[in-house]
């Protein structure tokens, strides 16, 4: 096992399973990249959350997405989509309108601010994740991608009956 991660968290003692460094490494290196895009969406005005929305509406095109399929498509839990949204809507990256053939259903859409802001950042996102990544190589990043996909991939009847002890 590798001591970089214990090193990086000043962790004194071994981990308690390999498992436990891989998932610890995960959180770390997830965190890690989170931070950079933050900081790279921070002179644009916008949270990773937000930009992960806009994202999310700009490919769902003219048609737009309830709240609901907005929550199910985002990369990151996030509880309160409706506030999300609110802070979008006042910045006029998103406009909303209740279906009229069902009042519940309220629809976001993007808008052409938001576009054309999406627009401007997909290169400098595109490069950072280069910068981030781009030094494993595509046949590393490839197997990086199957794996993490594998770790997701515990059935769900396991992962509810587990219980969580005080990691």
């Known amino acids: 096992m590798s001591k970089r991660l214990r090193q990086e968290i000043k962790q004194r003692q071994p981990f308690a399973s390999l498992e436990q460094e891989v998932f610890l490494n995960v959180l770390h290196t997830a965190d ?3 931070q950079a895009m933050e900081q790279m969406l921070r002179p644009a005005g916008l949270s ?17 997405l309830s709240c609901r399929a ?3 498509r985002m990369l990151t839990h996030d509880p309160d989509i409706t506030r ?3 802070r979008l809507e006042r910045h006029g990256l998103v406009t909303r309108r209740r279906e009229q053939s069902d009042r519940r259903v309220v629809t976001a859409h993007i808008t052409s601010a938001a576009l054309s802001l999406l627009q401007n950042l997909d290169a400098p996102v595109a490069a950072l994740h280069r910068r981030l990544l781009g030094h494993m190589g595509p046949e590393r990043l ?6 993490l996909e594998q770790a997701r991939a515990v059935p769900a009847p396991e992962r509810e009956s587990e219980v969580v002890s005080g990691e």
Do not use: K, P
Not at 48 to 64: K, M, S
Not at 142 to 147: C, G, K, N, T, V
């Open 32 to 34: 890690a990249l989170s």
């Open 142 to 147: 490839a197997a990086l991608a199957e794996m």
């Open 48 to 64: 990773h959350t937000q930009y992960n929305v806009l994202r999310i509406l700009r490919g769902a095109g003219d048609a737009g």
């Open 70 to 72: 907005i929550a199910a």
């Open 84 to 86: 999300l949204l609110d």
